[in-house]
């Protein structure tokens, strides 16, 4: 059977996270990241928030989301319950079809309300959101690769990362987002980072940094962490 705790802790531990650093970058609360290491799905709110919260996780750390809700629910089937009618209780029950469209009803109410409830517990880094590009504003200018006969080569120039204002939570990585780790910690306002070509950004906080690479700038009006593969 697919350890779905097991497999959390070994990738959490191979990129040499803590449970602190993976609890800023979900907003989610140690103890319930400790929980989900340990299969203590009981621990957890109710079944809705532990499959929500088990994909939010996995999706930090890079893995296959999918799987584990998909193990999660192999694992831990939901229990489907007939409901009733309350105007009508002692007469008779409601057709089993129209139960369990209000159960969906209910499984869609409460994994908002998993989202709403993990927002606005006490930490600092909100919860994980789409790709950059649906929120950069990003201003590019790059020189011509051709004048005239002669080839320009182009340079590769070092990623700047700067805090301007107020401190961003940063975990940078080689190649991508599987790569490994080059820097995880929070950038002080005034603060600089400098990475060669070809690596992958998380930034906790996008709207207290500026981007910068060669005459490429990048920043962002968003509050919700973004990604940046440069």
């Known amino acids: 059977m697919f350890d779905i705790g097991g497999s959390l802790a070994a990738a959490r531990k191979g990129q040499r996270l803590t449970l602190a650093d993976v609890e800023r970058m979900t907003r989610l609360r140690g103890k319930y990241l400790a929980a989900l290491e340990e299969n203590a799905f009981d621990a957890l709110p109710a079944r809705v928030y532990a499959r ?44 089993r079809l129209t139960a369990r469209v209000a159960i969906a009803g209910l499984v869609v109410l409460a994994a908002g309300g998993a989202f709403a409830w993990s927002s606005f517990q006490p930490h ?10 649906a929120h950069a504003q990003v201003v590019r200018h790059i020189p011509p690769a051709v004048t005239g006969k002669t080839r320009v080569r182009p340079k590769h120039y070092q990623l700047v990362v700067h805090a301007v204002g107020a401190s961003c939570w940063v975990l940078a990585r080689r190649g991508g987002a599987g790569g490994p780790v080059l820097y995880v910690g929070t950038l002080a306002p005034g603060k600089t980072l400098r990475f060669s070509p070809r690596v992958w950004l998380r930034l906790g906080a996008p709207t207290a940094v500026r981007v910068y690479r060669g005459q490429e700038r990048w920043h962002w009006r968003t509050a919700s962490p973004v990604d940046l593969t440069a």
């Open 52 to 95: 929500a919260f088990l994909r939010t996780y996995a999706d930090a750390l890079g893995l296959d989301a999918e799987r584990f809700a998909e193990e999660f629910d192999e694992q831990v089937p939901e229990q489907e319950e007939e409901l009733e009618a309350p105007q009508l209780r002692a007469a008779y029950r409601v057709p």
């Open 124 to 133: 600092s880094i909100a919860p994980l959101a789409p790709p950059p590009a």
